[in-house]
């Protein structure tokens, strides 16, 4: 692992765990999603959204509700039917949203350029089968929508995780991972306010889709 004198060892750690590796990872053939993950029922949900949509919240939410917690960035897809399990198990959250689900604890820096803090973890499962991907968007109410195959396919591309975008050989095996993903499991597109008093709906939307797959 490289080493910068220049930077914290949170903040080397925050690039080589949460930028690098996944990427690496990605590059030696796996299927990483930009993803955060816990485990309902026995199987994993994982949700997706653009940077600064409400992922980690999310999966914040639902681990403080008791869900054991694979991890909030990066998640492995494992072979099919799909399994995931997290590249590292991580809960980075700003400190509005630290203090809403877990009041008084500190945690620790991520990195010297961001106020989010890594929080401790309650219970952490190591991989479950993957029940679901939810795409994370905005609205006024709660709102989900599964999305076509086609649909489907393009947000796990676009919530995936490569070195080399433009290698050719590399692009097409990730194209290959995520028609068998998105042919394995549903796909939601989930949009709810962004508001903490939305979240016991969304929890809700989610463990009845869950409940019906």
């Known amino acids: 692992m490289f080493r910068d004198r220049s930077l914290s060892a949170a903040s080397q750690d925050h690039l080589w765990f949460d930028h690098i590796l996944p990427r690496q990872l990605a590059h030696e053939g796996a299927l990483v999603l930009h993803a955060g993950g816990v485990v309902v029922e026995g199987r994993a949900v994982a949700v997706t959204a653009d940077t600064g949509g409400g992922k980690s919240t999310l999966t914040a ?4 509700t008791g869900h054991p917690i694979l991890g ?6 494992e072979d099919m ?6 590249v590292y198990p991580s809960l980075r959250l700003n400190p509005d949203s630290a203090e809403t689900f877990f009041p008084g604890v500190e945690g620790r820096p991520m990195a010297d350029w961001s106020p989010k803090r890594h929080l401790p973890l309650g219970p952490v499962a190591d991989a479950a089968p993957l029940a679901a991907l939810f ?10 929508r599964r999305l076509s195959p086609a649909e489907a396919v393009m947000a796990i591309i676009a919530n995936s995780f490569a070195q080399d975008p433009g290698d050719r050989p590399r692009a097409q095996a990730r194209m290959a991972g995520a ?7 549903p796909v939601w597109e989930l949009c709810y306010p962004r508001d903490y008093a939305a979240l016991p709906e969304v929890h809700a939307t ?7 797959a």
């Open 61 to 64: 939410s639902l681990h403080a």
């Open 72 to 77: 909030d960035d990066a998640l492995i897809v």
């Open 81 to 86: 039917p799909p399994r995931v399990r997290a």
């Open 135 to 144: 795409v994370l968007g905005e609205a006024g109410a709660v709102t989900c």
């Open 179 to 185: 028609v068998a993903l998105a042919g394995a499991v």
């Open 206 to 212: 989610i463990r009845r889709l869950i409940e019906a």
